[in-house]
């Protein structure tokens, strides 16, 4: 898949702007608030259907107008495809492909893949646990789209399962212990599937992470990833051995979780726990260390999904270089094959070798020009 052109009218601080993307690695360099996230924003849109910066459609169209679009042309194996968002200010946005309107989100998405990273990503790995969770389950829908339906299932009965924990800590409902014992079954039946396949993604994210860790950071750090439930269990145990861990450990808590009310095992609780020379990332890692981690995981990401769908997704970096040291900065450079079509942004050019401002596109953006 390879991203052609891009057509924002009244996009965030964009009017009318058409961008030819004719090389596989595109610069865009800029002054603060300029114009460059926003570009990036509006591919990641095409992929995900999600900004990455806020939720509401308002805010994306540009001030002052109602109506906001983005159209792309992407070139897919066999035949190039047109894809266009259009936002409203006051109503809800329509997708469009090939100039026919796709009312399903289902339908759209998996034209454009795309992996982002920018300074927001940081949080996998300073921020609580959830950030490390949704990253996991973001992954997971792209390649099994049946992961969507687990997780809600999931969400559902941990959702009343709590409101029964609720009510019996407030002494609302007589304690019906064979009612709890209901929901106690149904959350392990599911949860278990859940933790067994973001357990399963991490182990296949982790040689590839490491993999670009070590090329990141120069080979002289050692990058850990491990998925850590609630309760123990082996990889070679059945789906019934999980369960039957899962049960155990609900039993063991019981106490506690009558008494807070809410539920206290299941992938709702469970912690990737990351580690660079066996220290926990999260607490001591420093900036740079912090950053070369997430791309990383990001870049590993990328190649999973590629492994996985076939062809390289879009790699998106919004400002990424700044905070690395220069041996990182032309690791990450030269690991970026031309075969993965790569947009960058950067307030200069001085972090690029010859190599790469050669091969690159590059395009000078000013307050949405
Ligand atoms: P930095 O280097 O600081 O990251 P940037 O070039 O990435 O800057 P953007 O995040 O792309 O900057 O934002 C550019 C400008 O777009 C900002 O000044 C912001 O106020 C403006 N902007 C954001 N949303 C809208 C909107 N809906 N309408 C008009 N302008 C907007
Ligand atoms: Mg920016």
Not at 40 to 45: C, G, I, S, T
Not at 102 to 110: A, K, N, Q, T
Not at 205 to 215: E, N, R, S, V
Not at 305 to 331: H, M, S, T
Request: glycine share 6%; aromatic share 6%.
């Amino acid at each position: 898949m390879y991203l052609k052109s891009l057509h924002l009218r009244h996009f965030r601080n964009y009017s009318d702007q058409l961008v030819g993307f004719a090389a596989p690695k595109t610069i865009i360099v800029g002054n603060n608030a300029q114009g460059k996230s926003n570009l990036l924003e509006a591919v990641f849109l095409l992929a995900t259907l999600r900004s990455h910066r806020v939720s509401r459609d308002r805010d994306l169209v540009q001030d002052g107008a109602s109506l906001g679009e983005i159209q792309a042309i992407c070139d897919r194996a066999l035949s190039p495809v047109e894809l266009v968002i259009r936002l409203r200010s006051e109503s809800r946005r329509t997708l469009a492909m090939n100039g026919v309107s796709v009312p399903r989100h289902l339908d759209f998405l998996g034209q454009v893949n795309a992996v982002m990273f920018s300074s927001l990503d940081l949080d996998l790995v300073r921020g609580s646990p959830e950030c490390r969770r949704t990253w996991l389950d973001t992954v997971l829908v792209q390649l099994e789209p049946i992961y969507t339906s687990l997780l809600q299932q999931y969400n559902q009965v941990l959702r009343q399962r709590n409101a029964l924990l609720k009510s019996i800590r407030q002494g609302g409902v007589t304690f019906d212990p064979q009612q709890l014992s209901l929901w106690d079954a149904q959350l392990a039946t599911t949860g278990t599937r859940l933790t067994r396949r973001r357990s399963r993604l991490v182990q296949r994210l982790t040689p590839i992470a490491q993999k670009w860790h070590q090329a990141i950071s120069g080979g002289s750090e050692q990058l850990q990833i491990t998925y850590t439930p609630k309760f123990e269990f082996a990889d070679s145990d059945t789906v019934e051995q999980v369960q039957q861990a899962f049960l155990a450990q609900i039993q063991q808590k019981a106490i506690v979780e009558q008494r807070q009310g809410t539920s206290l095992v299941g992938p709702h609780r469970d912690e990737v726990n990351l580690t660079i020379n066996e220290t926990p990332a999260r607490e001591y890692g420093s900036q740079g260390q912090q950053r070369t981690l997430v791309l990383a995981l990001k870049l590993a990401e990328l190649e999973l999904i590629e492994a996985i769908i076939g062809e390289p997704p879009l790699l998106l970096l919004d400002d990424v270089l700044a905070e690395l040291d220069l041996l990182r900065q032309n690791q990450l450079l030269n690991a970026i094959e031309d075969r993965v079509q790569t947009i960058i942004t950067t307030t200069h050019l001085g972090s690029f070798d010859a190599k790469w401002l050669d091969s690159a596109q590059i395009f000078e953006v000013q307050a949405g020009k």
